[in-house]
């Protein structure tokens, strides 16, 4: 009987160990699905970055010391630690000649050179150091990601017209809770990035208020900057195309469980509160939508206005603006009605200082303040009156007193008039007081003109107020 015993006991722990075996097997197999899956989901690669500062040689006699003829090369002023530059052992007052057999000119040779690179591709500098010529090789290191206090930051990204975009989205880690309120960011028309904001940046500071406050906070590199990798870059979009990025993104916001699908709000800033009433919400619904110095108006009728407003603003008289009026009507009618491309409105002499002076258009080329004309040109085509009525989210319509670039207090007014006339009590207007465009503290619109290009004053005087009005606003609506 115990020698039957012992035989059974030993059949049952063979096949225990057996069952044993199967069972973790199938949790590696299990475990390397999943990193395989989510290796095959990351498509895309952290952009290069050289990780130096530099300056460009703007005198003969400093290129003379290095032992060179012409004014060329880029000096390095200093290297981060661990980036490219520190691996390839440059060294502060290093002169750069070449970055992969390209010479260096300036600044716009170096980002040219390597905006098309990313993580791992290899890299070959060529420098001078104490009248020695030298070069170095070995591979580009990537951006170093964003870092926030007592925050996550989550790199992702979205398919956008078989290209990807990169999305970033910071949470905060000091709670208890495992959901969050989301506000989904739209910025302005501008192709910047987005990622890797410094901490003198104003939006910088707004993230970091909502973040305090306990929301998620989503932000979207537009086509082909950054990390986003399409066929088509931003500067080449149209208006529609534009709006698909954000709404892509918006869409991708389904799969995160730490967001509480029952608290998004799209906060829309300068042109992304354009797009904000656009993003279609058949996914997911919206709670909220808040914008902040934008445009309700036809685009034709904002152009206008804006000659009209600005100039004085400046400082021209009266009356001689009132004269330059004529031209400028006749000037956006074709441009921004009849559709004609800037290369046609660079014929008519009369057109060429508006091209030049207000848009930056210095010859016959299809770019206006670094966008496409055709993005310009689709403004036209919406209807924002249209779009604010078919709007069922809750809406808070935001002017800052000093916004000399969204300058109307009336486009706000009329926001939140137009929502409440088709959906009652669903809107509400308020005036950001002592703040402009950027977030920044000023007394009016001409103190704003005064400070605009002062990134220290911008810095120094960041007005946190906006923060507090939007979210006193979110807790003021009913729950779900």
């Given at each position: 009987?115990?020698?039957?015993?012992?035989?059974?006991?030993?059949n049952?722990?063979?096949?225990?160990d057996?069952?044993v075996?199967?069972?973790?097997?199938?949790i590696?197999?299990i475990i390397?699905c999943v990193?395989?899956s989510?290796?095959n989901?990351q498509?895309l690669?952290r952009k290069?970055?050289l990780?130096?500062?530099?300056?460009p040689?703007?005198n003969?006699?400093?290129?003379?010391?290095?032992?060179?003829?012409?004014?060329?090369?880029?000096?390095?002023?200093?290297?981060?630690e661990?980036?490219?530059s520190?691996?390839?052992?440059?060294?502060?007052?290093?002169?750069?000649?070449?970055?992969?057999?390209?010479?260096?000119?300036?600044y716009n040779?170096?980002?040219n050179?390597?905006?098309?690179?990313?993580?791992?591709?290899?890299?070959?500098v060529?420098?001078?150091?104490?009248?020695?010529?030298k070069t170095?090789?070995?591979?580009f290191?990537?951006?170093?990601?964003?870092?926030?206090?007592n925050?996550?930051?989550?790199?992702?990204?979205?398919?956008?017209?078989?290209?990807?975009?990169?999305?970033i989205?910071?949470?905060?880690?000091?709670?208890y809770?495992?959901?969050f309120?989301?506000?989904?960011?739209i910025?302005g028309?501008?192709?910047d990035?987005y990622d890797n904001?410094t901490?003198?940046?104003?939006?910088?500071?707004?993230i970091?208020g909502?973040?305090?406050?306990?929301?998620?906070?989503?932000?979207t590199?537009k086509?082909?900057?950054?990390?986003?990798?399409?066929?088509i870059?931003?500067?080449?979009?149209?208006?529609?195309?534009?709006?698909?990025?954000?709404?892509?993104?918006?869409d991708?916001?389904?799969?995160y469980s730490f967001?509480?699908?029952?608290?998004?709000y799209?906060?829309?800033?300068?042109?992304?509160?354009v797009?904000?009433?656009?993003?279609?919400?058949?996914?997911?619904?919206?709670?909220?939508?808040?914008?902040?110095?934008?445009?309700?108006?036809?685009?034709?009728e904002?152009f206008?206005?804006?000659y009209?407003?600005?100039?004085?603003?400046l400082?021209?008289?009266?009356?001689?603006?009132?004269?330059?009026?004529d031209?400028?009507?006749?000037?956006y009618?074709?441009f921004?009605?009849?559709?004609k491309?800037p290369i046609?409105?660079?014929?008519?002499s009369?057109?060429r200082?508006?091209?030049?002076?207000s848009?930056g258009?210095i010859g016959d080329?299809m770019?206006l303040?670094g966008?496409?004309?055709?993005?310009w040109q689709s403004?036209?085509?919406?209807?924002?009156?249209?779009?604010w009525?078919?709007c069922?989210?809750?809406?808070?319509?935001?002017?800052?007193?000093?916004?000399f670039v969204?300058?109307?207090?009336?486009?706000?007014v009329?926001i939140?008039k137009?929502?409440?006339?088709?959906h009652?009590?669903?809107?509400?207007?308020?005036?950001?007081?002592?703040?402009?465009?950027?977030?920044?503290?000023?007394s009016?619109?001409?103190?704003?003109?005064?400070?605009?290009?002062?990134?220290?004053?911008?810095?120094?005087?960041?007005?946190?107020?906006i923060?507090e009005l939007?979210n006193?606003w979110?807790?003021?609506?009913?729950r779900?």
């Open positions: 009987m115990y020698g039957g015993f012992f035989f059974a006991c030993f049952s722990q063979e096949i225990i057996t069952m075996k199967k069972k973790l097997q199938f590696f197999t390397f990193i395989i989510s290796l989901a498509i690669k290069a970055s990780g130096i500062y530099i300056k040689i703007q003969k006699d400093l290129s003379i010391s290095y032992g060179i003829d012409s004014i060329e090369g880029i000096l390095v002023t200093g290297v981060h661990k980036s490219t520190h691996l390839l052992g440059l060294k502060k007052g290093d002169l750069i000649l070449e970055i992969n057999q390209q010479k260096v000119k300036n040779t170096v980002y050179v390597i905006k098309s690179h990313v993580s791992g591709d290899s890299v070959e060529r420098f001078i150091r104490n009248g020695d010529t170095s090789k070995g591979y290191v990537g951006r170093p990601f964003e870092e926030r206090r925050a996550k930051v989550l790199y992702d990204e979205v398919t956008y017209y078989n290209g990807t975009l990169r999305t989205i910071a949470y905060p880690t000091n709670t809770k495992d959901k309120p989301v506000i989904f960011l910025q028309y501008g192709c990035s904001l901490n003198t940046s104003n939006v910088s500071k707004v970091d909502f973040l305090s406050k306990g929301y998620a906070v989503v932000r590199q086509p082909n900057i950054g990390d986003s990798k399409c066929k870059d931003c500067k080449d979009l149209d208006f529609y195309q534009e709006v698909d990025a954000f709404q892509a993104s918006f991708a916001l389904n799969k967001i509480d699908k029952n608290e998004i799209i906060l829309g800033l300068s042109m992304g509160g797009i904000a009433p656009m993003i279609q919400q058949n996914k997911l619904k919206a709670k909220g939508i808040v914008v902040f110095g934008t445009v309700s108006r036809p685009w034709f904002y206008i206005d804006q009209r407003r600005q100039n004085i603003l400082g021209q008289d009266f009356v001689e603006n009132e004269q330059g009026v031209n400028i009507l006749k000037f009618y074709d921004m009605i009849n559709k491309s046609e409105l660079y014929k008519n009369k057109y200082n508006i091209l030049k002076y848009w258009n080329n770019y303040n966008r496409h004309a055709k993005y403004l036209q085509d919406i209807r924002p009156y249209k779009r009525k078919d069922s989210s809750y809406v808070l319509s935001l002017w800052g007193e000093g916004d969204a300058f109307s207090k009336e486009d706000h009329m939140s137009v929502v409440n006339t088709y009652p009590n669903h809107a509400t207007y308020l005036t950001v007081p002592f703040t402009d465009h950027s977030f920044t503290k000023v009016n619109q001409k103190e704003s003109i005064k400070y605009w290009n002062n990134y220290k004053y911008k810095r120094d005087n960041y007005n946190p107020i923060v939007i006193r979110t807790f003021s609506l009913p779900r």
